[in-house]
């Protein structure tokens, strides 16, 4: 498992560098994903 910071999560919602954003949706898709309550709040 891998935990991820915010800037993993805003990638992946706006979508805003399509590199970033592609590298991003990889991880997600390839790995179980820990989302602190940090990033969350």
């Known amino acids: ?3 991820v910071d ?3 999560v805003v990638r992946l ?3 805003d560098d399509a590199f970033q ?3 991003s949706y990889q991880l ?3 790995e179980a ?3 602190p309550n940090t ?3």
């Open 21 to 23: 954003y592609e590298r």
């Open 13 to 15: 919602l706006t979508q």
């Open 6 to 8: 915010t800037n993993i």
């Open 28 to 30: 997600f898709q390839s």
């Open 33 to 35: 994903v820990f989302i």
């Open 1 to 3: 498992m891998i935990a």
């Open 39 to 41: 990033v969350i709040t």
